[in-house]
């Protein structure tokens, strides 16, 4: 019996025999497959609702083919020719995502980056790397050290996640409180439009030459382009590495203590707030974090500068009533930091968890926390709803909210969907941003409008202009109006 | 750990269950108790509730797995692959040549992916469950994998006898009782007899007493177990080990990783536990030049060619390494011979990267085979290096076939003290 596929291509009609003819004439035979166990294989990402189908044997979605461009002229003549077929490309990196971005949902072709990984220079000189946009992430980071830099890009996806995937989805690691997210290290890129055209920025510290349109693609979740290539900021590895942790009484007087840092011109790589919940969780042995949240920090750079800021990170944390921990709750953190277990433990035993992050200014930000808590846990069946704070600015912070239950009186994907409407729409009522760095997809996709306003109507009106067959990724970002009347005329 | 350490780790989850609802706990009873769902109605040899953990991670392991790193193909990652894997066990896809080629050319069973492994354990040794349960259905193996079983089962090994003639030659100069049995690996025998000349060149002068039952000899299993023919690896292990008892030997020695593996780890499960200690060639080296045995002449010719051609290293290969952890010996038995020639290379010991030639992936897809060794050599190349010394008979076969313009250097360790011993 095979496998039921859960977004089915209802509505994309196209000729695939005209189709694979084309993409073998662009790609050869080695970088084009419709195989079955291919198809199997790439109709998924890590969302886990998508891991209660699969073991259910659904697959959240199928495409009809998949390519490995080797260069940005298949990368050019495949828009061209998907345009003028009128069928769908999904650009994937390795489909890691946890919102379902990179899912065919309408079919189509997938656009694999994966051979296009190249690190093409690094310039020692103006401290950059440029590279092609298929890289593991991992695998880049491990090269730039052994030449003694970093990207300072570790988000923990980081394994099984490619430069790609952080760009469409505009991406935020673990030490991005000192290193910025990933808009803030892009330098310039090289994309393809929907229409076939190469677009390629330079290099520059600033520009001031109207709108920047390089910074416009990234977070478009592959809905306007594809980036293949892009010139980042890179850094020397760091001197010295100062870890300390406090524990305080309340999230209110953490995120206090850690609002008074940033705002002091202190920026930790790493920073990271655990409510009480996940303390007890994840930092059971500290004696003095009983019932407290859980801070740790990571202090990098030159050992002048590291020293210095792990001085003023000190002050502040006892300023807001902050216990001293020492450096071993951040070491179980650097140990334990990529040991993603639940997802295949727990999922298992019919237990629905996710985690969905939010970002708000400071003068919200315990209310955000309590209410979005308070929301999760007002949902029946949710046995457990934690949070934590992993990014911070001068003007605010970014909450990742972890939650747990089962369902009660609804199948698992209606609990599932009703959890993250609870915490979304409490995050726009309180004034938040309904997403930090996982993006969109399609988990997010309803609340577009509430988000935007009428600025939502302008994206659109841009998508509809470079994407006016809405080929790229369709189903994404858009909702599924643009482009959908001229398919079904076809 | 201690249960009480275990209960105090879990105690944030037990607190949650505890302040849960009874309808909320009713129905997490239930989804408990439903788990079974999820597994195959009737007995199988694989793994299932690892495979699950497996295919439902994110597959944090990938970016350290050489197959999908070179084949760029998503289908070869490691949770894929154990995707696949399950959906054929519960009888989700059809089991077809097509569906099963990415579990054979997709796999090195190099182990990369266990150090990355939260739950530790390879993708490799969870498929060497599924193609036992695999194996009942042959027919539809994808046709190469079915003739290289057909062969296997022909000729008790990889090759035909007369494939091997001059291995055999040699090994029949060797008493049929004594001290140590030799036990040559197939591809040694097939593709580098100077590995076996070498071997014995170095007992000689040591005072080994090397015994060889070569008329007799068959492979040690390995390649029936990774297509999951365990019947011919129990007879293959079974045969083996009746040869260890007739020889008398004290001990066994194996210049292949994968047939000491095999021997060591492998022959337990498969019923036939060799009682014996199995060296492979690097202890026996070692424990020679320990107690003094081995002794080398620094100025002999035969080793200028290949101190002139610059910076000499070494490829760890992935069985020995990672399923064995054997690397400290060699590293310090080539820092005595080379010694500051000698450079040890960044992805080394347990953090080595597989030649290409592990598991089936060479008669699955020998291309694909041929595309990771020339990767793993241009990562020699990248820092300098001309002269690789590995010490496996598949390493040195992969590295050798994809090296046409001889621009590496390539030596199997057992060369290099045979050549430098003194006479």
Redesign the interface.
């Known amino acids: 019996?095979?496998?039921e596929i859960v977004y089915e291509n209802a509505n994309w009609v196209y000729d695939k025999k005209v189709v694979k003819q084309k993409l073998l004439e662009i790609f050869g035979l080695k970088n084009v497959?419709d195989?079955?166990?291919?198809l199997?294989?790439?109709g998924?990402d890590?969302s886990l609702i998508a891991?209660h189908w699969?073991?259910k044997?659904k697959i959240a979605a199928k495409p009809d083919f998949?390519v490995?461009p080797e260069n940005v002229k298949q990368i050019s003549k495949l828009l061209k020719m998907a345009t003028a077929e009128k069928v769908p490309v999904i650009p994937?990196g390795?489909?890691?995502g946890v919102v379902g971005g990179a899912l065919p949902i309408h079919g189509g072709i997938i656009v694999?980056m994966?051979?296009m990984?190249k690190i093409v220079e690094i310039n020692k000189v103006n401290l950059t790397a440029t590279i092609q946009t298929?890289i593991?992430?991992?695998?880049l980071e491990r090269t730039l050290n052994?030449k003694g830099f970093t990207m300072g890009h570790i988000p923990q996806?980081v394994?099984?996640s490619t430069l790609g995937g952080y760009l469409a989805h505009k991406a935020a690691g673990q030490f991005s409180t000192k290193y910025g997210k990933i808009e803030d290290m892009i330098l310039s890129l090289e994309a393809v439009l929907p229409d076939g055209t190469i677009i390629k920025s330079k290099p520059a510290p600033r520009k001031s030459i109207g709108p920047q349109l390089d910074k416009f693609l990234i977070g478009s979740e592959g809905t306007l382009a594809i980036i293949t290539e892009v010139t980042v900021r890179i850094w020397p590895l760091p001197e010295k590495r100062v870890l300390i942790s406090y524990a305080f009484p309340s999230m209110a007087q953490a995120l206090e203590a850690v609002r008074s840092i940033l705002q002091s011109q202190v920026y930790p790589a790493v920073i990271r707030i655990y409510d009480a919940?996940e303390t007890?969780?994840h930092f059971?042995t500290e004696a003095n974090a009983k019932d407290r949240c859980m801070t740790i920090f990571v202090c990098e750079g030159s050992q002048q500068i590291a020293e210095f800021e792990a001085s003023i990170v000190s002050e502040k944390s006892r300023s807001c009533e902050g216990v001293a921990c020492g450096s071993a709750p951040v070491e179980h953190w650097f140990a334990t930091r990529?040991?993603?277990?639940e997802?295949?433990?727990l999922?298992?035993?019919?237990?629905v968890v996710d985690t969905i992050e939010v970002a708000v200014m400071w003068d919200k930000a315990n209310k955000l926390y309590q209410s979005v808590i308070a929301s999760m846990n007002a949902v029946?069946?949710t046995?457990?709803a934690t949070g934590h704070a992993s990014h911070f600015y001068e003007q605010g912070v970014c909450f990742y909210f972890s939650f747990?239950?089962?369902?009660?009186?609804q199948t698992e994907e209606e609990y599932y969907r009703t959890v993250w409407k609870a915490c979304i729409e409490t995050t726009l009522q309180i004034g938040g941003t309904i997403a930090h760095h996982h993006s969109i997809g399609l988990n997010r996709l309803q609340w577009m409008k509430d988000e935007w306003g009428a600025a939502y109507d302008v994206i659109k009106r841009i998508k509809k202009s470079l994407d006016p067959n809405n080929i790229l990724n369709p189903g994404k970002l858009f909702l599924h109006e643009v482009g959908k009347k001229e398919q079904k005329e076809k | 750990m201690r249960i009480v350490d275990k209960v105090k780790r879990k105690k944030w989850m037990i607190q949650a269950l505890a302040q849960a609802s009874l309808a909320e706990k009713t129905s997490l009873t239930k989804g408990f108790l439903n788990k079974k769902q999820f597994y195959p109605t009737k007995k199988v040899q694989a793994d299932i509730t690892n495979l699950i953990y497996c295919m439902l991670c994110p597959n944090m392991c990938r970016f350290e797995c050489p197959v999908v790193e070179t084949s760029k193909i998503e289908t070869h990652s490691p949770a894929i692959k154990s995707r696949i894997a399950y959906y054929l066990e519960m009888n989700l896809l059809d089991k077809s040549a097509e569906t099963l080629q990415p579990l054979f050319e997709g796999c090195l069973h190099c182990s990369a992916c266990k150090a990355w492994c939260p739950f530790d354990f390879a993708v490799g040794d969870l498929l060497e469950d599924v193609t036992v349960d695999l194996f009942q259905n042959l027919k539809k193996y994808p046709q190469k994998l079915q003739d290289f079983t057909i062969r296997i089962q022909t000729n008790n090994g990889l090759y035909q006898k007369e494939q091997l003639k001059k291995a055999t030659k040699l090994l029949h100069a060797l008493p049929k009782e004594g001290e140590l049995y030799y036990f040559p690996g197939c591809v040694t025998m097939r593709n580098h007899p100077e590995v076996i000349e070498g071997i014995i060149q170095i007992a000689k002068k040591a005072g080994v007493k090397l015994v060889s039952l070569t008329d007799e000899h068959v492979c040690c299993g390995a390649p029936s177990l990774y297509l999951g023919d365990q019947e011919k690896a129990k007879e293959l292990a079974k045969h083996n080990k009746e040869l260890f008892k007739k020889s008398k030997a004290k001990a066994i020695l194996c210049e292949c990783p994968e047939c000491a593996y095999t021997l060591k780890e492998k022959y337990p499960e498969l019923g036939s536990k060799v009682k014996l200690p199995v060296l492979h060639v690097v202890e026996w080296l070692w424990d020679l030049f320990e107690k003094e045995k081995l002794s080398f002449r620094f100025s002999n010719k035969k080793i200028e060619k290949i101190l002139e051609s610059g910076p000499i290293s070494y490829h760890d290969p992935c069985v020995l390494s990672r399923k064995l952890h054997i690397y400290d010996q060699t590293y310090c038995l080539l820092a005595t011979i080379f010694q500051e020639q000698f450079k040890e290379i960044t992805y080394s010991k347990e953090q080595t990267h597989c030649c290409g030639f592990g598991g089936l992936v060479n008669i699955a897809n020998h291309q694909l085979a041929d595309a990771i060794a020339t990767k793993r050599l241009a990562e020699f190349q990248d820092e300098g290096i001309q002269t690789i010394i590995t010490s496996c008979p598949t390493c040195l076969y992969g590295f050798q076939k994809n090296n046409p313009e001889l621009t590496f250097e390539l030596f199997d360790l057992v060369e290099i003290v045979s050549k430098l011993m003194d006479d």
């Open positions: 019996m095979p496998p497959s195989k079955e166990v291919d199997f294989a790439y998924k890590f891991s699969l073991l044997g998949i490995w994937f390795s489909g890691s694999d994966k051979k990984d298929g593991n992430g991992m695998n052994s996806s394994y099984t919940n007890a969780r059971l990529f040991n993603v277990k997802s295949s433990t999922i298992p035993l019919n237990l029946p069946g046995v457990l747990g239950g089962t369902a009660v009186k």
